[in-house]
C-alpha cells in the first residue's frame, strides 16, 4: 500500500534492472527493520532457539517482490509462542525442566509444578510477529514511498 505504483511500474519498463536493484534493496531495509523488531520480542526461553530461529527472505522479480520475517522452528512451536497455549493438556516437561534449572535452579519436580500450571492455566501469548508488524507498518510504508518517489525522480528526469 504505497504511491507511485503506476509510475514505478513505468520506470521499471524503462530500466528494469537498475528498479529492481532499488526495490530489492529497499525491501532487504524493510525485513531488517521488522526482523530486528520480532527477535526483540521474540522470548528468550531456556535456551534462546527460538530468537535465533527467526530469518528473513525475499522471493519475485522486478518489482513484484515479497519480504518476509519468518522462523526455521518447528511452526507449531513458534504458533505457540506467538498466540499462546490454551488451557488443557499439560506441556511437555523437558524444555519446562531445561527452563526452570537455568532460570531458578529449580529441579524436575519444580518443573512439573510449572507445566501442571501451564496445563490448567494456559499462557499468553508474546505476539512478537504481530506487535511488530503493527510497529513497523508506518515506517515501511514511508521508507517505500520515500523511495519509490526517489526512483521515479531519478528516472523521469
Same mark, same amino acid.
Given at each position: 500500500?504505497?504511491?507511485?505504483?503506476?509510475?514505478?511500474?513505468?520506470?521499471?519498463?524503462?530500466?528494469?534492472?537498475?528498479?529492481?536493484? !532499488?526495490?530489492?534493496?529497499?525491501?532487504?531495509?524493510?525485513?531488517?527493520?521488522?526482523?530486528?523488531?520480532?527477535? !526483540? /520480542? $521474540?522470548?528468550?526461553?531456556? %535456551?534462546?532457539?527460538? +530468537? /535465533?530461529?527467526?530469518? $528473513? &527472505? *525475499?522471493?519475485?522479480?522486478? *518489482? &513484484?517482490?515479497?519480504?518476509?520475517?519468518?522462523? +526455521? !522452528?518447528?511452526?507449531?512451536?513458534?504458533?505457540?509462542?506467538?498466540?499462546? +497455549?490454551?488451557?488443557?493438556?499439560?506441556?511437555?516437561? &523437558?524444555?519446562?525442566?531445561?527452563?526452570?534449572? +537455568?532460570?531458578?535452579?529449580? !529441579?524436575?519436580?519444580?518443573?512439573?509444578?510449572?507445566?501442571?500450571?501451564?496445563?490448567? @492455566?494456559?499462557?499468553?501469548?508474546?505476539?512478537?510477529?504481530? @506487535?511488530?508488524?503493527?510497529? %513497523?507498518?508506518?515506517?515501511?510504508? /514511508?521508507?517505500? &514511498?520515500?523511495?519509490?518517489?526517489?526512483?521515479?525522480?531519478?528516472?523521469?528526469?
Amino acid at each position: 500500500e504505497t504511491r507511485g505504483v503506476p509510475e514505478l511500474q513505468t520506470a521499471f519498463s524503462r530500466f528494469p534492472a537498475e528498479v529492481e536493484r !532499488d526495490m530489492r534493496q529497499t525491501m532487504e531495509v524493510a525485513t531488517g527493520m521488522v526482523h530486528a523488531e520480532v527477535v !526483540d /520480542r $521474540t522470548p528468550v526461553g531456556a %535456551t534462546g532457539l527460538a +530468537r /535465533r530461529s527467526m530469518t $528473513t &527472505d *525475499i522471493k519475485g522479480t522486478g *518489482i &513484484d517482490l515479497t519480504g518476509r520475517v519468518f522462523s +526455521r !522452528d518447528e511452526p507449531v512451536k513458534i504458533a505457540s509462542l506467538e498466540t499462546g +497455549r490454551k488451557p488443557g493438556k499439560m506441556p511437555p516437561i &523437558d524444555p519446562i525442566a531445561l527452563w526452570v534449572k +537455568r532460570k531458578f535452579g529449580g !529441579d524436575r519436580s519444580a518443573a512439573f509444578l510449572v507445566a501442571r500450571a501451564i496445563g490448567k @492455566r494456559g499462557t499468553k501469548g508474546a505476539k512478537m510477529f504481530e @506487535r511488530s508488524y503493527e510497529l %513497523t507498518k508506518p515506517r515501511v510504508e /514511508r521508507l517505500f &514511498d520515500q523511495r519509490i518517489q526517489a526512483v521515479i525522480t531519478r528516472v523521469f528526469r
